[in-house]
């Protein structure tokens, strides 16, 4: 049986201490400042936003949610981020997407000032990562990341799987293992012998869309598994990409869904807003 990673309690623990910190630049006059716009009235978007927001709230970010509706003009969007972009009380700007589409998203992250980009989205930002100089690290790599570390699982010379090629989260996924100095292949849709390929990892890291898709003759027995996939079937309940009554098996850690990744995205995402705030105010 392996090892329950609990995503839920690290970030809980992982937030106290964001508190901590923001309590000492409270003493210092500066409180970190998040901007979230929402457009249009997707369901789960206002849910992931109202979460967001909670989560501000509970460490001592300021938070401002804005909602614009459907038919929102790009260039209004873009008006109103130009409008943050100057505010000297907000620090991080988060586009929640998907976006109607009308919109360009690529035309909207780019409007966003690189220094308040907390989901790490833009093309200088993707590019720091590239050559390892970030300050912000794309909110759910960077919380899969700190489960690892929390957990004491070295990266370090490990054989690390990325399964997906997603912008958001397999691509800066494959950079922060080997940054970590991980030896790191990436599989996607069109991999041939992908089981192949997942049985050699000893950091399986999975992010495909596919509810249940990984199976336990999939996994090396001792495997570190984590399962980043979010899905909902026709009743609404979550399931991961994982099949974790068979992987949990076989595996020596396994992520949960939910409870594993997903509380961690937010916490990152506070994380973010912090570095942002002592950057905006010139404290490090
Ligand atoms: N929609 C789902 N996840 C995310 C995220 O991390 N950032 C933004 N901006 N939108 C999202």
Not at 37 to 58: E, F, L, M, T, W
Not at 135 to 142: D, E, H, I, N, Y
């Amino acid at each position: 049986m392996s090892t329950i990673i609990d995503g839920k309690k690290i970030s809980e623990m992982v937030r106290q201490e964001y508190a901590e910190e923001i309590k000492r630049l409270a003493g210092m006059g500066v409180v970190p400042g998040l901007a979230v716009i929402i457009v249009g009235d997707d369901a789960p978007s206002k849910i992931y936003v109202r979460n967001k927001g909670i989560a501000c709230q509970q460490v001592g970010i300021h938070s401002e949610i804005i909602e614009m509706p459907e038919e929102t003009e790009q260039s209004e969007l873009i008006e109103k981020i130009q409008q943050l972009n100057e505010r000297k009380d907000i620090d991080g700007i988060l586009v929640q997407v998907p976006l109607p589409k009308h919109i360009n998203p690529e035309v909207v992250v780019a409007s966003i000032s690189p220094d308040k980009d907390v989901d790490a989205f833009s093309e200088i930002n993707v590019g720091k990562i590239m050559i390892g100089r970030q300050r912000f690290l794309p909110c759910t790599p960077a919380g899969v990341i700190e489960l690892l570390k929390r957990y004491n699982i070295e990266i370090s010379g490990k054989e690390c799987v990325m399964v997906g090629r997603s912008d958001i989260v397999g691509k800066p996924m494959a950079m922060l293992l080997m940054q970590n100095d991980g030896t790191v292949t990436i599989c996607h849709s069109k991999t041939k012998n992908l089981a192949e390929i997942t049985r050699r990892a000893d950091i399986l890291v999975v992010a495909m869309k596919k509810s249940r898709y990984i199976k336990a003759d999939m996994v090396k027995p001792g495997a570190v598994v984590i399962d980043v996939g979010m899905n909902r079937d026709e009743n609404g309940k979550l399931s991961g990409d994982v099949d974790f009554d068979e992987v949990s098996k076989v595996a020596s850690y396994i992520t949960p869904v939910p409870g594993g990744v997903g509380p961690m995205t937010i916490t990152m995402l506070l994380k973010n807003t912090i570095t942002a705030a002592k950057h905006n105010h010139g404290i490090e």
